[in-house]
């Protein structure tokens, strides 16, 4: 059978054509610079509805709503921490959500019932325009089915989503390659719900003090910090000595920057050669995407150091670890 590919360029018409898929309560995965988004207008309850349906995703794991104008933030939501427009004006467009009280017109099931919610500005053109032209508030999780890692690229999203979505806006593979970081704004101190690349130390220059959610002790408080999570779909077991690997031709390496601890294992898959967080973010979900698809029974990751991005690079390891 012949299927019509849904990927499209991001010429200005098909923008357009996007924007009004969006209006008419459609789907469309964009580009953004931390991963791809399966948006639909967040104003409407019958297009987030089948933002859920697509993803095979719980109905009560709240959505982001992505927006392109600062002015939106008091049409969506309810702020009175002048706290929230600093740090929107330091990092926005960029790699930072907000939660805070949102306003009535922000429909429950985007929140799933949640009093709060999540805001953000991508810093990509592509979804800048696409949010100016629909909406201007477009519900957006990463676009991948429940569980399941998350795309960097548009042909990911056409494998993983493809026939289950209107159109996909291909703006080539994305800058950043891990998710937002999730701030919690609603409470005294700020908290990191999850890490990202705006790193502790980047909110802490902005805001002095900032907590971070221990998802190994707390009770997830949002679906987003369940432990299984941006999973391949085989095993991954998290290494410190890659070389004790037993049966390495069956199992693939993912490598942090040395090549040499990959050998001999049947796939292999090297972050950074130069050892530089900001390419190993950016390659992470890519490489584990072609070891899930590469004849490898197992995967096992190198632990990485937990500094800078390093922390969020391994949350997303830890969560693909744990089945
Ligand atoms: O980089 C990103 O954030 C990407 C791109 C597309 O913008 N989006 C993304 O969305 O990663 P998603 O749905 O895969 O993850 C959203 C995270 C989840 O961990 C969710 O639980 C949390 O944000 N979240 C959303 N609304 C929340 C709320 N009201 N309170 C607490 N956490 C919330
Ligand atoms: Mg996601």
């Known amino acids: 059978m012949w299927l019509k590919s849904m990927i499209y360029s991001c010429s200005e018409k098909h923008v357009k054509e996007a924007a009004l898929c969006l209006k008419r309560g459609g789907l469309v995965a964009f580009p953004t610079e931390t991963v791809y988004g399966l948006g639909g207008n967040a104003l409407d309850p019958g297009a987030v509805a089948r933002i859920f349906e697509a993803k095979g995703r719980p109905e009560f794991d709240p959505l982001i709503t992505h927006i392109a104008d600062l002015g939106m933030i008091d049409i969506l939501a309810e702020v009175q921490d002048s706290r929230v427009y600093e740090l929107a004006r ?11 009280p949102k306003k009535n017109c922000v429909p429950d099931l985007v929140t799933s019932g949640l009093p709060a919610m999540a805001l953000r500005m991508p810093d990509h053109p592509v979804a800048l325009a696409l949010i100016r032209e629909a909406s201007g508030a477009v519900a957006a999780p990463s676009a991948n089915s429940f569980g399941y890692l998350s795309p960097t690229t548009a042909r990911h999203v056409e494998e993983d989503l493809g026939p289950r979505i209107d159109m996909i806006l291909d703006g080539g593979p994305c800058r950043v390659g891990l998710e937002s970081t999730v701030l919690d704004m609603t409470g005294t101190v700020p908290e990191i719900l999850r ?27 949002a679906p987003g910090q369940l432990k299984m999570h941006y999973s391949p779909r085989k095993a991954l077991y998290i290494c410190d000595d890659l070389n004790s690997v037993e049966d390495k031709a069956h199992s693939g390496a993912l490598v942090f920057s040395n090549s040499e601890k990959g050998r001999g294992f049947g796939a292999m898959e090297v972050l950074s050669e130069q050892g530089d967080m900001l390419v190993a973010a950016a390659r992470l979900f890519a490489a584990l995407h072609r070891l899930d698809i590469s004849p490898v029974v197992r995967i096992h990751a190198e632990r990485i150091p937990e500094k800078g991005l390093g922390r969020a690079i391994m949350d997303r390891i830890y969560k693909a670890s744990e089945k």
Not at 90 to 100: A, E, M, Q, R, S
Not at 206 to 217: I, P, Q, S, T
């Open 90 to 100: 330091y990092f926005w467009p960029g790699p930072l959500t907000l939660i805070v």
């Open 195 to 221: 890490p990202g690349a705006v790193s502790l130390q980047n909110l802490e220059e902005v805001l002095g003090a900032v907590k971070v959610l221990n998802r190994r002790e707390e009770i997830p408080r």
